[in-house]
Nanobody, 128 residues
């Protein structure tokens, strides 16, 4: 089992920044690919970003098109933590953001059902 706890959400004005954190406990963090998803009211959960297990210069990273050049995913394996730095936030980024984990694979997964473990979510609200 892997337990995930997100933090760092809040209310911010458009153009502002937030950094989300996801602390993992349980099984070896190194062996898991980590992803961030979000879900707005009345919408399906959607992929935001993901980072493969290695976490260093050799890690693979993938972003959803609408957040490229604004969001940065990173991980600190020594702290068992993955981060999502969000800059230039827009009102359409408003959602509950979820951290997810899956055993490392041959490719980065972008579909929610491919992830085995989920955090409880943290609310991000961007005002216009």
């Amino acid at each position: 089992q892997v337990q995930l706890v997100e933090s760092g959400g809040g209310l911010v004005q458009a153009g502002g920044s937030l950094r989300l954190s996801c602390a993992a406990s349980g099984r070896t963090f190194l062996n898991y690919d980590m992803g961030w998803f979000r879900q707005a009211p009345g919408k399906e959960r959607e992929f935001v970003a993901a980072i493969s297990w290695s976490g260093g210069s050799g890690s693979s990273i993938y972003y959803e098109d609408s957040v490229k050049d604004r969001f940065t995913i990173s991980r600190d394996n020594a702290k068992n933590t993955v981060y999502l730095q969000m800059n230039s936030l827009k009102p359409e980024d408003t959602a509950v953001y979820y951290c997810a984990a899956r055993p490392s694979g041959r490719f980065i997964a972008t579909l929610p059902h491919l992830y085995n473990y989920w955090g409880q979510g943290t609310q991000v609200t961007v005002s216009s």
